[in-house]
T-cell receptor
Framework: NAGVMQNPRHLVRRRGQEARLRCSPM?????VYWYRQLPEEGLKFMVY????????ESGMPKERFSAEFPKEGPSILRIQQVVRGDSAAYFC??????????FGPGTRLTVL | EDQVTQSPEALRLQEGESSSLNCSYT??????LFWYRQDPGKGPEFLFT???AGEEKEKERLKATLTKKESFLHITAPKPEDSATYLC????????????FGKGITLSVRP
């Protein structure tokens, strides 16, 4: 049973470009969560999605950030016009019900 | 607002030297408390879920316990491969499912 998959594992973007991070949940999991981990800080919740629905986006910056979990395909976290402060590790987690969350390996975004 | 505080920030142990990691929490209503292990450059790996005060769970050299205000992760006779950052997180009752994490405890076990 494959775990949560994320790609790419490393992403380098120049300021002003767009970053697209992908997450495929574990088989049978319909709940997806995105978290961000800045250096020397803990994991911070960003958004919680179920298929075709955003359930809670209270941790998402109001501008430039968006997320989706379409009926078919992976969940996507999109960051438009990236800035240096967006450099971080972004983790996706999934769960079969709203309980224990299983994390992927993360995407490390570097903004030059 | 939910808060999670972990202490100490870092802990260095000799192989075989047992110790405990602390996680103090403030939450309006606890649905669950979670322990994860994170190795450098990797995602958090699930260890335990605790739901109510008095509950205990064990896995190999690790045992997690829960009270109404804090949780402990006890490490018995640690080995160098137990070196990692240990994360504590809480999930509160209610409609949303966001985990609130502490900053983690970095454990180093010397051979």
């Amino acid at each position: 049973n494959a775990g949560v998959m994320q790609n790419p594992r490393h992403l380098v973007r120049r300021r002003g470009q767009e970053a697209r991070l992908r997450c495929s949940p574990m088989k049978g999991h319909s709940h997806v969560y995105w978290y961000r981990q800045l250096p020397e800080e803990g994991l911070k919740f960003m958004v919680y999605l179920q298929k075709e629905n955003i359930i809670d986006e209270s941790g998402m910056p109001k501008e430039r950030f968006s997320a989706e979990f379409p009926k078919e395909g992976p969940s996507i976290l999109r960051i438009q016009q990236v800035v240096r402060g967006d450099s971080a590790a972004y983790f996706c987690a999934s769960s079969p019900v709203a309980d224990t969350q299983y994390f992927g390996p993360g995407t490390r975004l570097t903004v030059l | 607002e939910d808060q999670v505080t972990q202490s100490p920030e870092a802990l260095r142990l000799q192989e075989g030297e047992s110790s405990s990691l602390n996680c103090s929490y403030t939450v309006s209503g606890l649905r669950g408390l979670f322990w994860y292990r994170q190795d450098p450059g990797k995602g958090p790996e699930f260890l335990f879920t605790l739901y109510s005060a008095g509950e205990e769970k064990e896995k190999e050299r690790l045992k997690a316990t829960l009270t109404k205000k804090e949780s402990f992760l006890h490490i018995t006779a640690p080995k160098p491969e137990d070196s990692a950052t240990y994360l504590c997180a809480v999930l509160h009752t209610g409609a949303n499912s966001k985990l609130t994490f502490g900053k983690g405890i970095t454990l180093s076990v010397r051979p």
